[in-house]
């Protein structure tokens, strides 16, 4: 998408929510045509209210969030898994870049950004200062707030998923698997677009 809408004024910068700085760069030496930045103590994540990935916000040349935070895929490699339509995303983005169409006013896009409860906001304090307490080798103490963070907010999947690789475990793993399971057996709680939200055998959750 970067390569097809640049010349329309489109600049897709992505954020690795991650800790692993050469996990980062094996992953972006697949997409050198983007801007990739590192989010280690989730400050693009909390602004702009990512609680699930991938996803995506859109922000115009003014500054302004005219779509908020939404599950995105960038092809359907994972749509068997995800239960995601890339294609319509996709569309919505090339109407919106080259031709200023929005299917969202401003009082819809406050509407739907996510506003943080107490437990989430301690969450993300704790996930920050176990990322802190990692960094000066206290690999317990990070654990003991990871835990702390992972109770607090049970479905956020940024700092459930994004705290496995500080407790030495496998984001791809038997326990992603669990946290896959997890989010099902609560409805799949995440952001409330869904575009291109596939939902097989199951209604789509209000």
Same mark, same amino acid.
């Given at each position: 998408?970067?390569?097809?809408?640049?010349?329309?004024?489109?600049? @897709?910068? /992505?954020?690795?929510? #991650?800790?692993? %700085?050469?996990?980062?760069?094996?992953? $972006? $030496?697949?997409?050198?045509?983007?801007?990739?930045?590192i989010?280690?103590?989730?400050? !693009? /994540?909390?602004?702009?209210?990512?609680?699930? !990935?991938?996803?995506?916000?859109?922000?115009?040349?003014?500054?302004? @969030?005219?779509?908020?935070?939404?599950?995105?895929?960038?092809?359907?490699? *994972?749509?068997? *898994?995800?239960?995601?339509?890339?294609?319509?995303?996709?569309?919505? %983005?090339?109407?919106?870049?080259?031709?200023?169409?929005? #299917?969202?006013?401003?009082?819809?896009?406050?509407?739907?950004?996510?506003?943080?409860?107490?437990e989430?906001?301690?969450?993300?304090?704790?996930?920050?200062?176990?990322?802190?307490?990692?960094?000066?080798?206290?690999?317990?103490?990070?654990?003991?707030?990871? /835990?702390?963070?992972?109770?607090?907010?049970?479905?956020?999947?940024?700092?459930?998923?994004?705290?496995?690789?500080?407790?030495?475990? #496998?984001p791809?793993? /038997?326990? *992603?698997?669990?946290?896959?399971?997890?989010?099902?057996?609560?409805?799949?709680?995440?952001?409330?677009?869904?575009?291109?939200?596939?939902?097989?055998?199951?209604?789509?959750?209000?």
């Amino acid at each position: 998408m970067q390569e097809e809408l640049a010349g329309h004024g489109l600049t @897709i910068i /992505a954020v690795a929510i #991650d800790s692993d %700085l050469e996990a980062v760069k094996e992953w $972006a $030496a697949h997409a050198p045509e983007l801007t990739i930045v590192i989010d280690r103590d989730f400050t !693009v /994540a909390e602004q702009y209210g990512i609680v699930n !990935v991938p996803a995506t916000v859109w922000i115009d040349e003014t500054g302004r @969030i005219v779509r908020p935070a939404d599950t995105a895929m960038a092809d359907d490699r *994972f749509r068997e *898994f995800a239960h995601v339509d890339s294609s319509v995303h996709h569309g919505q %983005l090339r109407a919106w870049v080259n031709d200023g169409v929005l #299917d969202l006013d401003e009082a819809a896009v406050a509407d739907l950004m996510e506003r943080p409860s107490p437990e989430l906001q301690q969450a993300r304090l704790h996930r920050r200062i176990a990322v802190a307490l990692h960094d000066r080798g206290d690999v317990d103490g990070a654990r003991e707030h990871l /835990a702390t963070a992972a109770e607090l907010a049970p479905h956020d999947w940024v700092i459930r998923r994004g705290s496995l690789p500080m407790n030495d475990v #496998d984001p791809f793993g /038997a326990q *992603f698997l669990d946290l896959v399971g997890v989010c099902l057996e609560a409805g799949s709680p995440g952001y409330r677009l869904a575009t291109g939200r596939e939902y097989p055998g199951d209604p789509k959750p209000a």
